[in-house]
């Protein structure tokens, strides 16, 4: 399966990180070659890709925000389990991951995609069905963060069991409603997954079940509630700070 990356930070991003088979550039004629076209440019030469320079309009055709340039590549390529337990182990750090369960919003799994990968989380798990994927819209949304997590497809339920067992890890959910704890008093800085339930319904009841604990942001004004990718993305940080404090990281 072959599809279209267009904008210059996610195409950059996808050559750079080498994860996926290129198979052409696209160009807008006449565009300047300079600053991250340049940089895209250069490695595309690097990689013996070839380098088509068209008109305008051929690129308006793949989506909008192409910003004269696009790739066309192999499909994302999804990974293991098992590879986001590794990859911890073999930093030995903590297990970190991010869980998103029914986000189906494109810009808000881009958004969540590029935090955690921000953060340094070792993967991200997304369920098998009824969810966004990392499609070109949430690789463009991500700014071409996608091309560097370790995302798996799983049973979310299950896969949390498995990250308990294997990496004894914290379930943490995080959840607006009553049974919820404020995300200060809620330790972050061990073995954790952060689960961000849909935008609308929050998390469905199973894996709402296999959560240790519920944390819930403060909130001072009059609206009930932040935007998923907003709210997931501040409890990443909260994390990756507690995990630095414990670690003595500045």
Not at 67 to 78: I, R
Not at 97 to 115: E, H, K, M
Not at 162 to 185: F, H, N, S, T, Y
Request: net charge positive; glycine share 10%; aromatic share 4%.
């Amino acid at each position: 399966m072959k599809e279209w990356i267009t904008g210059r930070n996610p195409v950059f991003e996808v050559l750079r990180a080498r994860r996926r088979q290129a198979f052409r550039l696209l160009v807008a004629a006449g565009v300047e070659e300079k600053g991250r076209l340049e940089e895209i440019l250069r490695l595309a030469t690097a990689r013996k890709l070839s380098v088509n320079r068209v008109p305008r309009q051929q690129l308006d055709a793949l989506g909008e925000g192409h910003q004269g340039v696009a790739v066309e590549v192999s499909g994302y390529p999804y990974a293991a389990i098992q590879d986001i337990l590794n990859l911890a182990k073999q930093r030995r750090e903590a297990l970190f991951v991010l869980a998103l369960d029914l986000i189906q919003n494109p810009q808000n799994l881009g958004t969540l995609l590029r935090s955690a990968e921000a953060v340094g989380v070792h993967g991200v798990i997304l369920p098998l069905a009824r969810a966004a994927g990392v499609t070109p819209a949430v690789v463009h949304a991500s700014a071409g963060a996608s091309e560097h997590l370790l995302v798996a497809q799983a049973n979310l339920a299950q896969a949390l069991a498995l990250l308990k067992e294997e990496a004894d890890a914290w379930v943490i959910g995080l959840e607006g409603g009553a049974g919820a704890r404020p995300v200060e008093q809620v330790p972050l800085d061990g073995p954790l997954a952060l689960v961000v339930g849909n935008e609308g319904e929050g998390m469905r009841s199973l894996v709402r079940k296999t959560c240790d604990a519920l944390v819930a942001l403060p909130m001072m004004g009059k609206i009930e509630s932040l935007n998923a990718a907003v709210a997931g993305s501040i409890v990443l940080y909260r994390a990756l700070e507690a995990r630095r404090n414990r670690s003595g990281g500045a």
